[in-house]
């Protein structure tokens, strides 16, 4: 099945470690993002990445970083700059733009 | 800037009410909308969407109109069940980038 997966589901951090998230997509989407949630409120977009090899800040880069290196595979990683890094991350994908976002099932990280 | 504004929660109902989540929106043209549902610990599904004026998104019952009148895209639903308990997200595409912007999120409770 076509679809996005995140891993793992659940990761905890010590302060000032920095922490990996993967995320694969099998959908052959070309723009793929990352955005943050926390409690009670709507998602934010960290990065974003539109083709191979490039990408973009969103609205909350600082302490994060991705890279591009496939098409398949968009990893972020929280950096120990991030200062509250504790949230759910989500993955999503698209195909052309100005159509529909297709999620993964999320990564929580806990700061311990 | 481009933004969207839903109606704040929790909203909480008995199953078979209807139901009305308000969701209006700020944009330069006009952006497809969307609508997508989140349950508890897990990613955004895509629930319905419409890509210009007066289009009429539906999907399991729910149900959003394109109003560029009023910069609006309401869901509706006639008769909720209890499994239809979530977080509700109304969202737009970003210009020409693919970003979706997203409402701070609507949680419904519908009770037996």
């Known amino acids: 099945d076509g679809g996005i997966t995140q891993s793992p589901k659940y990761l905890f951090r010590k302060e000032g470690q920095n922490v990996t998230l993967s995320c694969e997509q099998n959908l052959n989407h070309d723009a793929m993002y990352w955005y943050r949630q926390d409690p009670g409120q709507g998602l934010r977009l960290i990065y974003y990445s539109q083709i191979v090899n490039d990408f973009q800040k969103g609205d909350i880069a600082e302490g994060y970083s991705v890279s591009r290196e496939k098409k398949e595979s968009f990893p972020l990683t929280v950096t120990s700059a991030q200062k509250n890094p504790t949230a759910f991350y989500l993955c999503?994908?698209?195909?052309?733009?100005?159509?529909?976002?297709?999620f993964g099932q999320g990564t929580r990280l806990t700061v311990v | 800037g481009n933004s969207v504004t839903q109606m704040e929660g929790p909203v909480t109902l008995s199953e078979e009410a209807f139901l009305t989540i308000n969701c209006t929106y700020t944009a330069t043209g006009y952006p497809s909308l969307f609508w997508y549902v989140q349950y508890p610990g897990e990613g955004l599904q895509l629930l319905l969407k419409a890509t210009k004026a007066d289009d009429k998104g539906s999907n399991k019952g729910f149900e959003a109109t394109y109003r560029k009148e009023t910069t609006s895209f309401h869901l509706e639903k006639g008769s909720v069940q209890v499994s239809d308990s979530a977080v509700y997200f109304c969202?737009?595409?970003?210009?020409?980038?693919?970003?979706?912007?997203f409402g701070q999120g609507t949680t419904l409770q519908v009770k037996p």
């Open positions: 969202a737009q595409v970003s210009g020409n980038t693919g970003k979706l912007i």
């Open positions: 999503a994908s698209s195909d052309k733009r100005g159509t529909e976002a297709f």
